[in-house]
């Protein structure tokens, strides 16, 4: 059984922005259909319009357009997100597969990391990494959408940040009892030395001699 | 007041910036993955594991190694394959060949060089005949070399003399193949290691020596939990500490062990006598025996009997033969614990015993398997036969028609082929000392660093005219006479054969620096000028593999479909591979998977390398190692290695990472022991044996077991070797590294 990806508060943060966004649309409907009547019939006062519409027209889009980013944000985060894309489909098998010894699957066989299976690894992309990673989430977005990619597909950062390992493994004493890391550690700081060189593979398999062809 | 410059944009400038950061967010490729131009598949330089790699190449650059991932190492490499990215830049290269004048080796050029060479060799070979001139080879060369030269000696100059350093690491692991099995080289594969339920590992540090297949051991024992892991070892070494039992035997006394395990497996019901009778010989030390007799032979070694000389509890060896017997699939993995003793073909034996015993073998998961050292040992040293006693391919020098099959594959008259072997590595260097050996090519290797007993080798190496072939300089080109620099790793083609009968090529990349030359292109230039150039016409990596792979095709060896073209796109193919279109085989002995193997309805395995079919069980008795019980040398040293180096440290000590991280040659010794001789940590010590003496810093670890010190051999100013005894196995001919009386002292 994979690990559920319950983000409660974005599901939340969801039915608010549907509901806001909803609201803005009845409201200037009927502001426009019954609005003047309102106003002539003395239900509203001409100052109580324009606050009505201020609300209509700017409160109510921007949070929803807040909630919906953050929606999006967060809902990204979700191993299914990027499973809807189908190249992406076997790498999340693979990552499920509890006889596979990808270091994927061992992290997740293993509830070494509970949820967010894939940011987990692939937040990191620089100082404002998480930022940084929706690009090239929309990237892959375009590319998927206008079909200008070649399969299989390959991770191009290479070399992987190491800082994405460190960040829960580094400093541990079982890390720091291999000998080999203390000889490789300012290489593995530089990510001149990936800690996948020695630690399997990610993910199935890349022919990386044919990737300049 | 002050103008503030402000920044304006035209609608028309801010949307053409849109536009561009748009598209750069859309299409840009991220990162410095631009780095490499193109990737080029290659394989590790160091252990015999033989890890495939991809290289980076950016114009004639080297920019970044990393695992292949569809090689048969998934991608993983360790830390001495993570810093392959420095070996092209290794600085001390030998750029120029070299001449002694005196006690000073002057720059000389090639033609000198290998005139001089090429002259000694021949006034040699007129002085004492063909049995006067010595190549020593190395599993480092490629194959094509290893061939080569083979080819040149036995066949061109009629001279038997030819042996290497695989003699020093898996001579005994061929005899105990060829013994049990009729054939050398493992019948499992490293795969086998992902369907194994029990490890069972006897004088192997895997977790240093062979990193890759050691952490494939553990992603097995992670994925399997009820899978065990059993090591043997006097060393509490990092393999052992991952053990789910740990056999800390003394030194010497192993094959008490595994012929306890035996008597378990026999009396306990444990014995899978139904494959032992369809499948097995039984041979005692005077020929074939019955099954009782077999009996009655483990029974002298039941474990209440030998425990106490073991040193480990009897309850324990029940364990282990027990878990050994009734796990689905186990697998045996050994290196030089094992191949470095003198009782190290009876234990090889007796290791395939138990598998025989028990019925695991043939099966995935069920094999035992000899781990190798060296890059192209297997490939390059025990295939080709580039040892004094053999020929290509599993023949041997004492057969006639063995000779006679040689002399008609490399299309030499009748009668070219000495019938008498030549000597064996440290026979080879002890005749140097005598003049029974006038002239010897040494390549990629270094004997002066890696013999045991070195304080005679090294002056016996003095008094021979020694030429030595090598990329740095190391403990033995400051004995040659003559030395040549050669090329490194991706600066030639070739192919090589790691330990599990898997044939790997890799590309040329790079060019050597200076004048260094492949040693394919010097034994061919040697062969010339001793007017041997119509034998040797294969010159190219390409020719000569095409000729070495024709030769196989109708042996037990059969790679023939293992074409140039095939080697360059496929991640390494293993033999039996009779043709372009067979892919290979994992398990040998299989019929269905291995090619040669017949179907029966009598048999699940077919043996066919022996006589009727039928795999030996070897019955073999321990006897006392001579070094032990010596009251004047009451400690045992063994030698090893360790994880960040390799062998003699000739290129490992040269990158730079690896080079700061390595300690000057230390000795471990236990608490127990230095409390008792007054030794604390950092202490300098002497280590003094029956051949030599050195000073060395302790370290106090509970690492060796007690009456135990260990050293590793990397350390090029302090030679451990120096103090190593120079038995040898009467076998294999192989010497013991592991076991020496010393006394150990603070200075």
């Given at each position: 059984m994979p690990p559920p990806d319950v983000l409660e508060f974005s599901t939340l943060a969801r039915t608010f922005g549907i509901v806001t966004s909803a609201a803005v649309l009845v409201g200037l409907v009927l502001i426009a259909a019954v609005g003047r009547g309102a106003v002539l019939g003395g239900l509203l006062t001409f100052g109580g319009v324009r606050i009505v519409l201020l609300i209509l027209l700017f409160a109510l889009p921007i949070t929803s357009i807040a909630t919906a980013n953050y929606f999006v944000f967060e809902e990204t985060k979700r191993v299914e997100a990027c499973n809807q894309c189908h190249v992406m489909q076997p790498i999340v098998a693979d990552m499920r597969d509890?006889?596979?010894?990808t270091l994927a699957a061992r992290h997740y066989k293993f509830r070494w990391?509970?949820?967010?299976a894939c940011h987990t690894?692939?937040?990191?992309?620089?100082?404002q990494g998480d930022m940084l990673a929706k690009t090239d989430g929309f990237r892959h977005l375009v590319k998927y959408v206008s079909g200008t990619y070649r399969e299989p597909?390959?991770?191009?950062?290479?070399?992987?940040?190491?800082a994405n390992c460190s960040r829960?493994?580094?400093?541990l004493a079982v890390w720091e009892a291999v000998s080999s890391h203390m000889i490789l550690v300012e290489r593995l700081r530089r990510n001149e030395?990936?800690?996948v060189a020695c630690h399997g593979i990610p993910h199935p398999p890349v022919d990386r001699t044919k990737l300049h062809e | 007041m002050r103008q503030v410059p402000r920044f304006r944009l035209t609608r028309r400038e801010w949307l053409i910036g849109a536009a561009v950061t748009g598209a750069g967010v859309v299409l840009g490729t991220p990162g410095?993955?631009?780095?490499?131009t193109a990737w080029k598949k290659a394989i590790c330089?160091?252990?015999?594991?033989?890890c495939g790699v991809v290289v980076g190449m950016r114009g004639q650059d080297v920019v970044a190694v990393r695992g292949d991932e569809l090689a048969h190492n998934r991608g993983m490499l360790c830390v001495k394959g993570a810093s392959l990215i420095d070996l092209p830049k290794a600085?001390?290269?030998?750029?120029y060949p070299k001449i002694r004048k005196g006690d000073r080796l002057i720059r000389a050029s090639w033609d000198e060089a290998m005139g001089l060479v090429a002259e000694t060799l021949k006034t040699t070979l007129g002085r004492l005949?063909?049995?006067g001139v010595a190549f020593y080879g190395s599993g480092q060369l490629t194959t094509q070399e290893s061939y080569t030269a083979n080819k040149l000696w036995k066949?061109?100059?009629?001279?038997?003399m030819i042996d290497g350093?695989?003699?020093?690491?898996m001579a005994s692991a061929v005899a105990g193949y060829v013994g049990t099995?009729?054939?050398?080289?493992?019948?499992?594969?490293?795969?086998d290691i992902e369907h194994a339920h029990c490890f069972f590992v006897i004088g192997a540090n895997l977790a240093e020596g062979h990193p890759v297949l050691f952490e494939r051991v553990r992603l097995r024992l992670q994925a399997e939990r009820a899978a065990r892991l059993i090591v043997v070892d006097p060393r509490r070494t990092l393999t052992a500490a991952k053990a789910h039992l740990y056999l800390p035997v003394r030194?010497?006394?192993d094959l008490l062990l595994l012929n306890a395990m035996m008597q378990v497996i026999l009396r306990s019901g444990l014995v899978d006598r139904e494959f032992v009778e369809a499948h097995c010989q039984l041979i005692g030390p005077d020929g074939p025996v019955t099954y009782e007799d077999m009996l009655r032979f483990y029974d002298d070694y039941a474990p209440t009997k030998v425990a106490p000389m073991l040193g480990v509890a009897a309850s324990d060896i029940e364990t282990a033969a027990t878990w050994f017997a009734t796990s689905p699939a186990t697998m045996s993995m050994w290196t030089m614990g094992v191949n470095?003793?003198?009782?190290a073909v009876y234990l090889n034996s007796t290791i395939n015993n138990l598998h025989l015993a028990t019925g695991?073998?043939?099966?995935?998961?069920?094999t035992p398997f000899s781990v190798t050292g060296?890059?192209?040992?297997?490939?390059?040293v025990r295939d080709t036969g580039a040892l004094s006693h053999v020929l290509p391919?599993?023949?041997?020098?004492?057969k006639a028609e063995d000779r006679a099959w040689a002399e008609r594959a490399w299309g030499?008259?009748?009668?070219?082929?000495?019938?008498e072997p030549g000597f064996h590595a440290l026979e080879m260097f002890r005749a140097m000392g005598d003049g029974r050996i006038g002239a010897a090519l040494v390549m990629c290797t270094n004997p002066g660093q890696s013999l045991p007993n070195l304080n005679l080798f090294r002056a016996a190496m003095r008094r021979c005219f020694l030429v030595v072939a090598d990329a740095f300089d190391t403990r033995t080109t400051e004995l040659a006479s003559v030395v040549l620099p050669a090329a490194l790793w991706i600066e030639k083609e070739g192919v090589m054969g790691q330990g599990e009968r898997r044939y790997q090529h890799f590309p040329k990349l790079l060019e050597p620096p200076g004048e260094a030359r492949n040693d394919l292109e010097i034994l061919v230039d040697l062969a010339v000028r001793l007017g041997l150039g119509s034998l040797i016409t294969a010159r190219t990596p390409e020719a000569v593999w095409d000729e070495w792979r024709a030769m196989s095709?109708?042996?037990?060896?059969?790679?023939?479909?293992?074409t140039n073209e095939r080697l360059r796109r496929e991640r390494g193919l293993q033999w039996p591979?009779?043709?372009?279109a067979h892919a290979g085989?994992?398990?040998?002995?299989?019929p269905g998977a291995d090619p040669l193997a017949k179907p029966s309805r009598?048999?699940?395995?077919?043996?066919?390398?022996r006589p009727g079919h039928k795999a030996a069980i070897h019955l073999r008795a321990h006897a006392p190692h001579?070094?032990?019980?010596?009251r004047a040398y009451p400690f045992i040293l063994t030698t090893g290695r360790v994880i960040d180096q390799w062998h003699t440290g000739t290129m490992t000590m040269r990158l730079p990472e690896l080079r700061k991280a390595a300690k000057p040659a230390y000795v471990e010794i236990h608490p127990l022991d230095a409390a008792r001789l007054g030794i604390a940590p950092r202490d300098r010590v002497e280590v003094r044996s029956r051949r030599g003496r050195l000073v060395a810093e302790a370290v106090v670890t509970?690492?060796?077991?007690?009456?135990v010190v260990f050293m590793s051999f990397y350390d090029a100013e302090v030679l451990?070797?120096?103090?190593v005894a120079d038995h040898?196995?009467?076998?294999?001919k192989e010497p013991d590294f592991k076991t020496t009386a010393v006394t150990v002292s603070k200075v």
């Open positions: 509890p006889k596979s010894q990391i509970q949820k967010e690894c692939h937040a990191d992309y620089g100082l597909i390959v991770y191009r950062r290479r070399p992987y940040n190491n829960c493994h580094e400093g030395t990936e800690c | 410095r993955a631009g780095a490499a330089r160091f252990c015999g594991t033989g600085s001390g290269r030998l750029l005949g063909p049995r066949a061109g100059l009629g001279s038997n350093n695989p003699r020093l690491c099995f009729g054939a050398d080289e493992p019948p499992g594969s490293y795969e030194p010497g006394t470095q003793r003198i009782e695991h073998i043939g099966r995935p998961g069920a060296q890059p192209n040992a297997c490939g390059g391919l599993g023949h041997v020098v004492r030499v008259p009748a009668g070219t082929i000495s019938p095709k109708g042996t037990k060896y059969d790679f023939s479909g293992m591979c009779p043709s372009e085989t994992v398990r040998r002995f299989v009598e048999r699940r395995l077919d043996f066919y390398a001579p070094e032990t019980g010596d509970d690492v060796p077991r007690t009456g451990t070797n120096l103090v040898v196995d009467p076998i294999s």
